[in-house]
């Protein structure tokens, strides 16, 4: 069975420095990889997505992630952290032909000025 | 658009009372997800519909939960008899045909979030 692994549920990071979000998952065949961003007391949002093609994939807000085959990963970066990126963080994988999506736990992230 | 519509945002219920959560797809969408959100805890998926039809109901519990979503209005989500461990936040997510097959993207609504007393 597909799942999702997010390495840390709580991160936490200076203003401007650099945000890594660790997301590994496990499947016998390439899945759709999707980071969601949640804010307080509000549904999910999109950040961005990895279908075929090009591995590394930006998103929205300055984020980026990089689907790494060989490690089973897809890790969420931003270079430099801005308060306004203080929100929880859930990597999310379909298995093509699957119908519904699984998530991670969740990252919690903690911006310190 | 208006986007994905849930419906109350906030509920309070007294065990053993019943709880209705609706849920109105985005324009276009006929695929339906309803995810439940403990505290603390990520979101776990519950159970996927289409019109008239529940495709997967793997992750709904086996008594006191039903779902819907008739061919005309909302999705229904409906938890019987509720207890204090039914309190989370329950997410509806809808997706054009082919729901998420496909990579086709999961658009979420705001959430409902259930209090049992």
């Known amino acids: 069975a597909q799942s999702v692994t997010q390495l840390g549920s709580h991160v936490s990071v200076s203003e401007g420095a650099l945000v890594l979000l660790r997301c590994n998952y496990s499947s016998s065949v390439p899945p759709y990889l999707f980071w969601y961003v949640q804010y307080p007391n509000q549904g999910l949002q999109l950040l961005l997505k990895?279908?075929?093609?090009?591995?590394l994939v930006k998103g929205i807000n300055g984020f980026e992630a990089e689907f790494k085959k060989s490690e089973t990963s897809f890790h969420l970066t931003k270079p430099s952290a801005h308060m306004s990126d203080a929100a929880e963080y859930f990597c999310a994988v379909v298995i093509q032909g699957a119908q519904k999506l699984v998530f991670g736990q969740g990252t919690r992230l903690t911006i310190n000025p | 658009n208006a986007g994905v519509m849930q419906n109350p945002r906030h509920l309070v219920r007294r065990r053993g009372q019943e709880a209705r959560l609706r849920c109105s797809p985005m324009?276009?969408?006929?695929?339906v997800y309803w995810y439940r959100q403990l505290p603390e805890e990520g979101l776990k998926f519950m159970v996927y519909?289409?019109?008239?039809?529940?495709?997967?109901e793997s992750g709904m519990p086996k008594e006191r939960f039903s779902a819907e979503f008739p061919k005309e209005g909302p999705s229904i989500l409906r938890i019987q008899q509720v207890v204090r461990g039914d309190s989370a936040a329950y997410f509806c997510a809808s997706s054009p045909q082919q729901g998420a097959a496909g990579a086709n993207v999961l658009t979420f609504g705001a959430g409902s979030r259930l209090t049992v007393l």
């Open positions: 519909l289409q019109k008239e039809n529940i495709i997967d």
């Open positions: 324009k276009g969408h006929s695929h």
């Open positions: 990895y279908t075929t093609g090009a591995t």
